[in-house]
Every structure is written in C-alpha cells, then in structure tokens.
C-alpha cells in the first residue's frame, strides 16, 4: 500500500517526525459536555470517537480563551497563540475614534498550515476557513484550500476524496492533489449550528426546552459520530491509518439561554452607581456624557472607562453585579491580560449565570445557545489526540489549552512550530521521539506556561495505559 502514487514514504522516526500524516477536525462548538451526554447511562454512545481515543488520548479539562467566539478562538487553534498575539478579538470599543468595530479574519501571527507550507510539505483545508489564504489556497493543489459548504457529511466526504487523490471542486475548476497532504484540517459547524437553535439546522428542528436541546445535541453528534468511521475507513483502505496522527476538537462550547433579559437591571445597578453608560453595537458612537461604553454579543459584556476610574469604584461596580442572581462571573483587565485576551476586548468583563442573558429582548418561549461567555459550558471544549505518535488508552485530566493544538500538530510531523506560538507541546499525550527541529517540548515564545510535567503519571493528570499495545 505505502508504494501506491501518492503515498510518502514512511518518515516517521526521521528529522524528528512522530506520524507521517496529521489530520486536524474541529467541530464547531463541541462542548465536552456533549461527550459525557452522548456516553451517559441512556445515551447512544460515540463509538468511532472512543475507537479512537482507544488508540490515544482524551482530555477531560481542554478550556479556550477570550473571547469565547469563533474567530478569534480558531485563529487561536491554528496560530497556538491567544488573541493579544494574533489581534482577533471579534467586537471592541474604539476609544480613539470613538467607534465600536468588529473585526473578521484579521490574524497577525503565522499559522500552523504556513509553517506546514514553509517547512517544504504538502497540506489542504477542507472549509477550516481560518487557513484560507494562510498555507492553503484555492489555486494551489500542494496546499489547496476547497469549501464545499453542506453538513459534516458532505465535507468528509470531499475530505476522502482529496486522501485518496480523487478530484475536487476547488476555486476555478477541479483539482487533485499530487499527493496525500501530510496535513489536512476539516472543520465542521453541525454542532455549532445545532446548539445556537436559532432555526432548522441540518436536518433538526428547533428544540423549545432545555432537555429537548440536551437531546438533540445528543442526536446531532451521535451523527457525526457514525460519519466519521468513513474517515477512518478511508485510511485503512490507504494503507496509511497506523501512520497517520488524529486531532480532533473545538473552538468553543454552547451555554443555554433562556427567559428575560437581565440587561435592564445591570444597567439600572450602573446607574445607580452614578455611571452614565451606553450599550453600543457595531458602527455606533457614544455620546461626550457618557462614562461606560458597554459592548456585548449578548452574554459576556466588555466594560469600556472613558474617563478615570480609581479602584475603589472598580471594585464597587463588581461587588453591586455580583450580589445579582444573574451573575456568572467576571475577569478584571489584569486577569484578562494575563489569560492572553487582546487589549482591546476591555477593562472589565463579566458574564451572567446560564440560562441568564443580556440581550436585548428576552426568551420566552424555547431556548437558544450563545457562547461569548467565560462560563465553562462555553468554555470547556472537546479534545482528543489519536493515532501514530500518541500514547493509546490515555485520559488527561491535567487542564490544557486549545492553543496547545498547533505545537502539538507540530511535533508530531516534526517540524517548527507557528512563529508566534506561545502554547506548549502536549507532551503527556505522545510518545518519546527525537526533538524535532526548533521545537521547545512544552513552551515556545515568551509567554509564561504551565511548568513542565514531572512525576509520575497519575501526578501528571494522566489515567490509562501509557503506551501502544
């Protein structure tokens, strides 16, 4: 099989490489929430995906940063770097020209596909729309870039086809890869889609309560489960499956929403206080009176000052909130900047309690699911490693970041990490290889990490067998 056209030979062991191909998969909103219902006492069970972590490592306590909102946290994935770093941070207040932006795909920082790119191997992105433009491209079969739109379905479809070197659909025309890429990204916005419950979204209706919403999240990536077998099928028809290192997890998670709005009562508490506040959306300017500019997506909320506060009333504003029943949390700007958010997100957030929001208009009847929150139903992601290069059996309790994807992505095909990385290497989950090529196993940049793991295993947050059979 690994003398067919287009089948590298094998590298693993070579220049530091610890699998011969990496396939990176985000779906959208996979909360880890999803997982411990799918796999509970009455649910269907996930078992492609605990085939996999089978052959690898699950981790229990993955979290993402702020904002927790698509862009700026799949530009995290793919850069290993937070926002402060590669300057996507989704919504802000602009105190210069007194203008609440928005940002789009703005990203500063090198991706984890450019250095594929730069490192001299092939690579493609099935609609991981984060690397379009940046190390995979709509004319360049080497590192093609395809967006075929449709559900997860439709999308590993077209991710077989590029594995087994069949014609796609790309910007132009057809396009077939010369080989198989040693990097491939798929991501999917099923679950996503599902958990906002904003209208029928691939194929399911609209829950109206909480637990018809569990359920149907249930549903929904006891689906995608099933799919994903074809992918994992296609690699052992490739010859390659034994070779190949699995990636898979998520931007964000889904907090439920639900009821009034308690945004009136946090500006009345403001108030109250004696601040003048506004809550602006994009494209909107404050007035001179103004002391607070507000910005939100309808849970966390940003805290702008426009003129001097001291501390004293910093800290009367957190204790009047946090008295609230809405309450969920919040995270000053020292605590922010620290947690690697960008500047620009503000001088102080908060966020309420679920099923507490803050928009506008409230839910009366059904449910929604939002994700801007620090709350840890939005917080704590799905993630698993599997395959070639990764420890088989293994659970990880030891809290990780999705920002430590990239590296990891890295050292397992044995190359540099994204230039502006500050995430470490996931050394726990893989096994002892040579170092690869200007690759720091658990840190890479300045930013201050979690210290390297020592001890034994179990001190490690590592549970299960610790090597391949």
């Not at 030979?9 to 909360?31: C, E």
């Not at 920082?109 to 191997?121: H, K, Q, W, Y």
């Not at 992105?125 to 439709?154: A, C, E, K, M």
């Amino acid at each position: 099989m690994t003398n067919e056209p287009g089948i590298s030979p094998r590298l693993t062991g070579a220049k530091g490489a610890l699998a011969d191909y990496v396939i990176y998969i985000n779906w959208d909103g996979f909360a880890y929430d999803y997982y411990e219902w799918a796999n509970g006492r009455s649910g269907p069970g996930t078992p492609v995906l605990n085939f996999l972590a089978s052959r690898g490592a699950i981790f229990t306590s993955a979290r993402n940063g702020f904002p927790s909102i698509t862009n700026p946290m799949q530009t995290s994935i793919v850069t290993g770097a937070w926002p402060a770093v590669h300057g996507n941070t989704y919504r802000y207040y602009d105190p210069v020209e007194n203008l609440v932006k928005q940002t789009g795909r703005e990203n500063a920082a090198e991706t984890i596909a450019e250095a594929v790119e730069r490192s001299g191997l092939s690579c493609a992105s099935v609609q991981q729309f984060v690397l379009d433009g940046r190390g995979t491209y709509p004319s360049d079969p080497s590192h093609l870039y395809i967006q075929p739109g449709g559900p997860w379905r439709r999308r590993l479809a077209e991710a077989v086809k590029i594995l087994r070197r069949e014609a796609v659909t790309a910007q132009g025309g057809l396009a077939t890869v010369p080989e198989v890429p040693r990097f491939l990204a798929i991501y999917a916005d099923d679950l996503d889609a599902s958990g906002h419950n904003s209208g029928i979204a691939y194929g399911l209706s609209l829950a109206f309560s909480y637990d018809a919403w569990k359920s149907k999240m249930v549903r929904q990536l006891s689906a995608m489960d099933r799919d994903l077998g074809s992918l994992v099928d296609a690699l052992v028809d490739l010859g390659i499956f034994d070779r190949t290192s699995i990636v898979l997890t998520a931007d964000h998670g889904m907090s439920p929403v639900s009821g009034k709005s308690s945004l009136p009562d946090l500006l009345a508490t403001l108030r109250g206080l004696g601040l003048r506040c506004e809550l602006l959306a994009p494209g909107e300017r404050a007035a001179d009176d103004t002391d607070v500019v507000l910005v939100s997506a309808g849970l966390a909320v940003q805290f702008y000052f426009r003129r001097d506060i001291t501390l004293t009333r910093y800290d009367a504003i957190i204790d009047a909130l946090s008295t609230k029943p809405y309450f969920g949390g919040y995270m000053s700007f020292h605590e922010l900047r620290k947690a690697g958010a960008h500047p620009d997100l503000g001088q102080l957030l908060i966020w309420p309690r679920p099923p507490r929001h803050f928009k506008a208009q409230g839910f009366f009847f059904g449910i929604t699911g939002q994700h801007d929150s620090g709350d840890d139903t939005s917080r704590h992601v799905f993630m698993l490693l599997s395959g070639a290069g990764v420890r088989h059996g293994v659970v990880i309790d030891r809290p990780v970041e999705i920002i430590d994807v990239a590296p990891t992505i890295s050292r397992l095909l044995g190359i540099r990490p994204p230039a502006n990385a500050t995430g470490r290497v996931l050394a726990e989950a893989l096994l002892p290889g040579a170092p690869a090529p200007g690759l720091q196993q658990e840190t890479h940049g300045q930013q201050e990490l979690l210290p390297p793991a020592s001890g034994s295993p179990e001190q490690q947050g590592v549970r299960g067998e610790q090597t391949p059979e």
